[in-house]
């Protein structure tokens, strides 16, 4: 494959940047698209991203439609076909940015200006299209062959909320029609297991716009499963020592401004309510509530290491385009826990915390996970706290416990939190991009931001190092995570309804009513369907709709003979059996969480 390069140069382009060049020069072909349909349009910024394309634009007061979208689709269908060469060139700044105004694009100008140290620009043209650009970009309109526009959202010029909102317009690219058919099939897929759908038919969660986007409502089936999330994870942590608490869902100010958090992390907060003279936030995380129940009473070193749990309910304002069912919502419940520690019980702790991580994704069969040790970026004193020295001790004693341990890591610089470096377990979704599910931090910030202390046993006070982890790490993103991976079908212990109840007629209605009172009774969830519809069509909405793990078909013969006749959700026919031996049976697999 072809590639130019600004300076005008040709030459075969590597393996592995073809994807990246080919989805660059797309974004390029959209913009000429856009601009010969919208002239006033105003390009911002337009690069090829891990999965496909984008560009930001500012359309004035025009709004998009779907239809707009396959208009541009469209137009740069034509433009490939018009095999339009692809030409580069270098102003120096001067003329640079002359060019640039005399074709009105004031948000490439000002970008000119944001870049003060540089003296020449290169651009890239195609026809009557020129675009500011490093490149390299295809030498030929007609080289992109597979392209598709997905979708379009909100952005804020340099993803800053206090510029304007502009037309982010998405798409995606690949070397050939095979490879985006593939990708078709794979968005299908996605679709049919996207959470937000499942969720609706299964009756699990809703969002309501009156109540505020990103601020889902779980529904009775939802909140079943949420709370045998709940019940699951601190049945573990108890075993290992964990004492829970519940703390307010707001703070002051002068409680994040203590933790740094305030600085940090400000514009991920709701704003400051103002109250008898007082500014509270609601808050984005737990630590510092944490940290101020550790500072209640003195502490020896007898009493370390405390393991401080909670399920909180936290409220971050992400942005409206972020936004995703309870995958990413405002408001979410995080599975918190904080460990105060010795120096010399860092190891110990964290292997702990990592055998606990592990032994959950065993329970629940997750597989496909990597580790991440995730630094601080040295030359960023803006998003980090800026102690060279804790942030060294720090990063090195992390490292030192997971090589310790036998983990298998890599390491990404600038993905720490503020206060300290963290372990990342990401995991890979049956659909889309890999994200962090489990978390575990060490913090050597915090607890002396907060003067927290404890008696050594030579009598001297010393500080706390602090570990921060989260197992399941949101119970509404795990929840979200597990409706995907599994379509619906959740194991039998935490399916909302465990056991559906169907008889076939009025005549074994009494009986059937009889079944469905004792499988409650031995503390099982269970619906009767008492609807008038055919047997065959109450067995498919029980497998297809509720994904009820075990059907119960009540019959004349079942109702004489006192059986059961059993039928799961993967539609195997087990057939007639004494009820007590089926409660025996999902009592077994709700008990081992199979």
Known sequence: MKIIYKDGTVGECPQEEELHVLRHTAAHIMAQAIKRLYPQADFAFGPATQNGFYYDVDLGDTKLTTEDLEAIEKEMKKITKENLPIKAFVLPREEARKLMEERGEKYKVEHMADLADETEFSFFQQGDYVDMCLGPHLTYTKALKAFKITQQSGAYWKDDSSNKMLTRINGVAFRTAEELQEWERQQQEARERDHRKIGREMQLFMTDDLVGKGLPMFLPNGYIVWQELENYIKAKERKLGYHHVMTPCVGTVDLYKTSGHWDHYKDNMF????????????????????????????????????????????????????????????????????????????????????????????????????????????????????????????????REVLVELGINFTEEIGEAAFYGPKLDVNVKPAVGAEYTLSTCQLDFCLPARFQLTYIDRDGSEKCPVVIHRAILGSLDRFMAYLIEETKGRFPAWLAPVQVKVLPISEKTLDYASQVNEKILDAGFRAVLDTSNEKIGYKIRQAQQEDRVPYMLVIGAKEAETGAVAVRTRDGQDLGAMPLDDFLAKIGKEVAEKL
């Open 271 to 398: 704003p400051a309510m103002d109250m008898e003279g007082e500014a509270y936030v609601l808050r984005p995380m737990n630590c510092p509530h944490h940290m101020r129940i550790f500072a209640n009473r003195p502490r020896s070193y007898r009493n370390l290491p405390i393991r401080i749990g909670e399920i909180a309910h936290d409220f971050r304002y992400e942005a409206s385009g972020t936004l995703k069912g309870i995958e990413r919502g405002r408001h979410f419940c995080q599975n918190d826990a904080h460990l105060f520690v010795t120096p010399e019980q860092i190891k110990d702790e964290v292997a702990s915390v990592c055998d606990l991580i592990f032994d959950v994704y065993k329970d629940f069969n997750i597989t496909d996970y990597r580790c991440v040790l995730s630094l601080r970026d040295p030359a960023d004193k803006k998003k980090y706290h800026d102690d060279d020295e804790m942030w060294n001790t720090a990063e090195s004693a992390l």
